[in-house]
């Protein structure tokens, strides 16, 4: 079974900090996709970053940027001089795609989200 | 393009009633999901709908049921209301692409409607 680790419930820093977001993840699967979605006070789910196992490259956007590494099983995600916009509860995700004609398709595992708390 | 929508954004129903949720994808989306979010339970897939056809399922009971339009839009209904199924439920709508459409797409979400059972 699929599973998706983000062990810091709350996290907290002062503007302009740095801050790294955790995730592990479990899957027996050779291809599969992670994500990161942010989810606002306002409740929907906005989309970050998707990533396939085959591609290992670290990102960087703007000031997001996501380490993946495989060995570990983990997808962590680092925002750099963190603003107050940034608050919100941070999702990694983490979808199948099983080479069999029946299934495949859109399933996503979330793990269990970190808030984050920017503060002035 | 406009992003996904559904409707209502909030409803109010008693135990025992039932409910229906609609979701209307972004333009051109083919596959369309739903997830329930609780405190307790956190994000949980319910099933994903392609071409009309539940193509995933997750492990809710079959109170939980839901259709997709030849227009891609989706409907997910609930019967028998519990206390617990109280919650935000989430649809995303995703291109679907790939061999037999299987890849696992970008799934981009609606803004939710939050179902409150008394």
């Known amino acids: 079974a699929q599973k998706v680790t983000q062990a810091q419930t709350e996290i907290s820093v002062v503007e302009k900090e740095d801050v790294t977001l955790d995730c592990v993840y479990e899957?027996?699967?050779?291809?599969?996709?992670l994500f990161w979605y942010k989810q606002p006070p306002s409740g929907e789910l906005v989309f970050l970053i998707r990533r396939n196992s085959f591609d290992e490259q670290n990102e960087i956007s703007g000031r997001y940027s996501w380490n993946f590494q495989k060995s570990t099983s983990s997808f962590n995600f680092t925002i750099t001089a963190s603003q107050v916009v940034d608050s919100a509860v941070y999702f990694c995700?983490?979808?199948?795609?099983?080479?069999?004609?029946?299934?495949?398709?859109?399933?996503?595992?979330f793990g269990t989200g970190t808030q984050l708390k920017v503060e002035l | 393009k406009a992003g996904v929508t559904q409707t209502p954004r909030y409803l109010i129903k008693t135990r025992g009633q039932q409910v229906t949720l609609s979701c209307s994808p972004i333009s051109g989306h083919r596959s369309v999901s739903w997830y329930q979010q609780t405190p307790g339970q956190g994000l949980q897939f319910l099933f994903e709908?392609?071409?009309?056809?539940?193509?995933n399922k997750g492990n809710f009971p079959g109170r939980f049921s839901g259709r997709q339009f030849s227009n891609s839009r989706s409907e997910m209904n609930v019967s028998t209301l519990e206390l617990g199924d109280s919650a935000l439920y989430l649809c995303?709508?995703?291109?679907?692409?790939?061999?037999?459409?299987?890849?696992?797409?970008?799934?981009?979400f609606g803004p939710g409607t939050r179902l409150t059972v008394l």
């Open positions: 995700a983490l979808s199948e795609n099983p080479m069999y004609p029946i299934g495949g398709g859109n399933k996503l595992t």
């Open positions: 709908y392609f071409s009309e056809t539940q193509r």
């Open positions: 995303a709508s995703s291109l679907a692409t790939g061999e037999n459409f299987q890849t696992p797409d970008t799934q981009y």
């Open positions: 899957t027996r699967d050779t291809t599969y996709y």
